[in-house]
């Protein structure tokens, strides 16, 4: 039954890479560990080829694959539209190592995997070094928070969904580094409390306030509120504070869930919660990416 169900699975990653043109799987050998992963590449990619991109890595959650975030973002819509390549990692067993459900030290060195895709990324395709992201979603998301601590010199920014800040990743990286970052998250996620979680993850305000510190802010906060779409349910509260070339921003969703804003509806028989459509997250997003140097 299980090797009926990989068939199935593979079968449908196959159909979907192949309907997504610019979008090839790949594997990385790590620790004699196959590791997979998608690279999209921008129409714009192959019409200047002296040119050099920047690139997105976009981590899937927790028991979701790489395809079904690759599908549920639509981000390669916004690579086409703004010139970037999108990286789609696919975690051992469809998780990361974030801090907790997984050993810090001696659990699956994932870290270690995408500093070595991104180096092998970097050979293979003409990347721009001083434009490396990372978001993902929920798991993927965490995982985001422990690459901005570990990978700072490698990665200039991070946008996390569903997802605050590891209690182990601030355990073990106090120290000050110069990494953007942006929080998105839901008043009514039920997956990951908007409060934090005792013993797993700060709240989004604890969140935000970590990375102030470590980005050696105390700068004065700039506030805006989105509300246009009253049917919607939902608001937008945006809190920035700049320090010198990087931001560090909160996104509150009011009465947002778990999940991407501005997506589709996502249903894997979770309790998810409403989807904000008062921010387009992808566009929102480059922006925040393209303004940290």
């Given at each position: 039954?299980?090797?009926?169900?990989?068939?199935?699975?593979?079968?449908?990653?196959?159909?979907?890479?192949?309907?997504?043109?610019?979008?090839?799987?790949?594997?990385l050998v790590y620790k004699g560990e196959k590791r997979k992963y998608i690279v999209y590449t921008p129409e714009a990619y192959?019409?200047?080829?002296?040119?050099?991109?920047?690139?997105?890595?976009?981590?899937?959650?927790?028991?979701?694959?790489?395809?079904?975030?690759?599908?549920?973002?639509?981000?390669?819509?916004?690579?086409?539209?703004?010139?970037?390549?999108?990286?789609?990692?696919?975690?051992?067993?469809?998780?990361?190592?974030?801090?907790?459900?997984?050993?810090?030290?001696?659990?699956?060195?994932?870290?270690?995997?995408?500093?070595?895709?991104?180096?092998?990324?970097?050979?293979?395709?003409?990347?721009?070094?001083?434009?490396?992201?990372?978001?993902?979603?929920?798991?993927?998301?965490?995982?985001?928070?422990?690459?901005?601590?570990?990978?700072?010199?490698?990665?200039?920014?991070?946008?996390?969904?569903?997802?605050?800040?590891?209690?182990?990743?601030?355990?073990?990286?106090?120290?000050?580094?110069?990494?953007?970052?942006?929080?998105?998250?839901?008043?009514?996620?039920?997956?990951?409390?908007?409060?934090?979680?005792?013993?797993?993850?700060?709240?989004?305000?604890?969140?935000?306030?970590?990375?102030?510190?470590?980005?050696?802010?105390?700068?004065?906060?700039?506030?805006?509120?989105?509300?246009?779409?009253?049917?919607?349910?939902?608001?937008?509260?945006?809190?920035?504070?700049?320090?010198?070339?990087?931001?560090?921003?909160?996104?509150?969703?009011?009465?947002?869930?778990?999940?991407?804003?501005?997506?589709?509806?996502?249903?894997?028989?979770?309790?998810?919660?409403?989807?904000?459509?008062?921010?387009?997250?992808?566009?929102?997003?480059?922006?925040?990416?393209?303004?940290?140097?």
């Open positions: 039954m299980k090797k009926i169900k990989n068939i199935i699975v593979s079968l449908f990653l196959v159909l979907l890479i192949a309907a997504s043109a610019g979008a090839q799987v790949k594997t192959t019409k200047d080829t002296l040119a050099f991109f920047p690139v997105v890595f976009n981590f899937h959650g927790g028991g979701m694959t790489m395809a079904e975030q690759m599908l549920y973002t639509q981000m390669n819509k916004t690579a086409d539209k703004h010139g970037f390549i999108v990286v789609y990692p696919k975690g051992i067993k469809e998780d990361w190592n974030v801090g907790f459900g997984m050993a810090y030290k001696s659990g699956t060195d994932d870290i270690g995997f995408i500093d070595s895709l991104l180096s092998n990324l970097k050979y293979n395709y003409r990347i721009d070094s001083k434009k490396v992201f990372a978001t993902g979603l929920s798991r993927g998301g965490f995982f985001c928070h422990r690459i901005a601590a570990e990978l700072s010199d490698k990665f200039t920014a991070i946008a996390t969904v569903g997802a605050l800040l590891p209690d182990s990743v601030a355990h073990y990286h106090q120290k000050k580094s110069e990494i953007g970052v942006m929080t998105v998250h839901g008043t009514d996620d039920q997956i990951v409390n908007y409060k934090g979680k005792e013993n797993a993850y700060y709240s989004a305000q604890a969140t935000f306030e970590y990375w102030k510190k470590v980005n050696g802010t105390e700068t004065a906060e700039s506030k805006k509120i989105i509300d246009k779409k009253k049917r919607d349910g939902t608001a937008v509260e945006i809190i920035e504070s700049r320090i010198g070339k990087k931001t560090v921003s909160l996104i509150t969703i009011v009465n947002g869930g778990h999940n991407w804003p501005g997506a589709d509806e996502f249903n894997v028989g979770l309790p998810l919660g409403k989807t904000s459509s008062e921010i387009e997250l992808n566009e929102y997003m480059w922006f925040f990416f393209k303004t940290q140097k």
